[in-house]
């Protein structure tokens, strides 16, 4: 199959009409609903104003005429959220990674990166009053399965000694702080054919100031 049309970087006209074009005939909704999610997706990646906004649209048809689909239906909430944080709207931002969470916590085989985009937002933007229910999230076993590669455990670990010092916790801050540290300086994951899969290639200078500040 050939999977470009569902993974473009532009979107001209002609690029639209050809994606929809190729949609419609698409039998199956599941696929389509993962076609319109794959190509929201990749134009969000681009990191373009346009490609935003088109993006935005592709995952608002997706909610809306395809809101019987459970299986991409948190990706685009946490999709919509990476949007809004591009946009510098961190409140609707974290409100879209909110949602995905509470839909995972109702259907749990559906899962994004929202529970950690969320934790990482409510804490860059020092929402204190939520750092109970930022813990708890984090404790939960289906998200802590997901802690395979080195920056997802160096972001989940900051985050917690973060919460830990404004609990006036410093052991736990100074043990969670020891091991965001640990996993910033892995080279590689632990899968043996993609070696420099979610390793850290550059480390987020505002965790790292905030984690040090739990040290004080």
């Given at each position: 199959?050939d999977r470009?049309?569902?993974?473009?970087?532009?979107?001209t006209k002609?690029?639209?009409?050809?994606?929809?074009s190729?949609?419609q005939?698409?039998?199956?909704?599941?696929?389509?609903?993962?076609y319109l999610s794959?190509?929201a997706?990749?134009?969000?990646?681009?990191?373009?104003?346009d490609?935003?906004?088109?993006?935005?649209?592709?995952?608002?048809k997706?909610l809306?005429?395809?809101s019987e689909n459970n299986i991409y239906?948190?990706?685009a909430?946490?999709?919509?959220g990476?949007?809004?944080?591009?946009?510098?709207?961190?409140?609707t931002?974290i409100?879209?990674?909110?949602q995905?969470?509470?839909?995972e916590?109702r259907?749990?085989?559906?899962?994004?990166?929202?529970?950690l985009?969320?934790s990482?937002?409510?804490i860059?933007?020092?929402q204190t009053?939520?750092?109970?229910e930022?813990?708890?999230i984090l404790?939960?076993?289906?998200y802590?399965?997901?802690?395979?590669?080195?920056?997802?455990k160096?972001?989940?670990?900051?985050i917690?000694?973060i919460?830990?010092?404004y609990?006036?916790?410093p052991?736990?801050?100074?043990?969670?702080?020891?091991?965001?540290?640990?996993n910033?300086?892995v080279?590689?994951?632990?899968?043996?054919s993609?070696?420099?899969l979610?390793?850290i290639?550059?480390r987020?200078?505002?965790l790292d100031i905030?984690?040090?500040?739990s040290?004080i």
């Amino acid at each position: 199959m050939d999977r470009s049309w569902f993974r473009r970087q532009t979107w001209t006209k002609e690029d639209e009409r050809e994606f929809f074009s190729k949609l419609q005939k698409v039998r199956n909704k599941d696929m389509q609903v993962q076609y319109l999610s794959i190509q929201a997706g990749t134009l969000a990646w681009e990191k373009n104003v346009d490609l935003m906004k088109v993006a935005e649209s592709l995952l608002n048809k997706l909610l809306n005429e395809y809101s019987e689909n459970n299986i991409y239906r948190s990706n685009a909430l946490n999709v919509l959220g990476d949007i809004y944080i591009f946009r510098e709207d961190y409140k609707t931002a974290i409100d879209y990674y909110k949602q995905a969470v509470d839909y995972e916590e109702r259907f749990p085989n559906s899962i994004s990166n929202a529970y950690l985009n969320y934790s990482e937002w409510v804490i860059k933007t020092k929402q204190t009053y939520l750092y109970e229910e930022v813990e708890k999230i984090l404790s939960k076993e289906r998200y802590s399965a997901c802690l395979i590669f080195p920056i997802s455990k160096y972001k989940v670990y900051s985050i917690l000694s973060i919460i830990s010092k404004y609990k006036g916790e410093p052991d736990k801050a100074n043990y969670y702080a020891k091991l965001a540290e640990e996993n910033a300086i892995v080279f590689s994951s632990e899968l043996n054919s993609h070696k420099s899969l979610g390793v850290i290639k550059e480390r987020d200078k505002t965790l790292d100031i905030l984690v040090q500040k739990s040290l004080i």
